[in-house]
T-cell receptor, first 111, second 113 residues
Framework: AQRVTQPEKLLSVFKGAPVELKCNYS??????LFWYVQYSRQRLQLLLR??SRESIKGFTADLNKGETSFHLKKPFAQEEDSAMYYC?????????????FGGGTRLMVKP | KAGVTQTPRYLIKTRGQQVTLSCSPI?????VSWYQQTPGQGLQFLFE???????NKGNFPGRFSGRQFSNSRSEMNVSTLELGDSALYLC????????????FGEGSRLTVL
């Protein structure tokens, strides 16, 4: 069965510091990986997906199939980045929109 | 466009009762997915409907059911409620299936006493 692990429940960094939110997955097939974010008092929303290979709000994430990881990175954290971040996996076997989510990491960016 | 709308936002039930939650997707979205969020288990997939057909179902007992109407609105029902069913139930819509790009509602918070 597929599984997504986010080892850190809480990550605290200072403004301007680099940030890396870790995501590891287990799945025997070829997955699609996503990062979703929930800012305070807002809905859960898509931040980025590995297929797009985009940088959104300064965040990037590279799918490393060898290490089965999809870490989210930003070189200089901003206070507005403080939020709950979820890594999610979609299987490639006619899974529809069924996502397996990790437990989430709360990012706190201190001034 | 209006976002995904879920009703009711909060509700309290007692064990053994049943509950129906409603979700109105973004206009034009044909896929509606439901997720359960709890502190212990996190976000777990319940089911997805696309064009009134259930595409996938998560690992939940048969007490959890859903349906989708021709206007893409969806409902989920939980019968014979248990204390462990207390959770935030999130609905998400998408214009297509097989994308993983979901637009979430604010959720319906169910408390079972």
């Amino acid at each position: 069965a597929q599984r997504v692990t986010q080892p850190e429940k809480l990550l605290s960094v200072f403004k301007g510091a680099p940030v890396e939110l870790k995501c590891n997955y287990s799945y025997s097939g070829s997955p699609e990986l996503f990062w979703y974010v929930q800012y305070s008092r807002q809905r859960l929303q898509l931040l980025l997906r590995h297929i797009s290979r985009e940088s959104i709000k300064g965040f990037t994430a590279d799918l490393n199939k060898g290490e089965t990881s999809f870490h989210l990175k930003k070189p200089f954290a901003q206070e507005e980045d403080s939020a709950m971040y979820y890594c999610a996996l979609r299987m490639n076997n006619n899974a529809g929109n069924m996502l397996t989510f990790g437990g989430g990491t709360r990012l706190m960016v201190k001034p | 466009k209006a976002g995904v709308t879920q009703t009711p936002r909060y509700l309290i039930k007692t064990r053994g009762q049943q509950v129906t939650l409603s979700c109105s997707p973004i206009s034009g979205h044909r896929s509606v997915s439901w997720y359960q969020q709890t502190p212990g288990q996190g976000l777990q997939f319940l089911f997805e409907y696309f064009s009134e057909t259930q595409r996938n179902k998560g690992n939940f007992p048969g007490r959890f059911s859903g349906r989708q109407f021709s206007n893409s609105r969806s409902e989920m029902n939980v019968s014979t409620l248990e204390l462990g069913d207390s959770a935030l139930y999130l609905c998400a819509s998408s214009p297509f299936s097989n994308t993983g790009e979901l637009f979430f509602g604010e959720g319906s918070r169910l408390t079972v006493l």
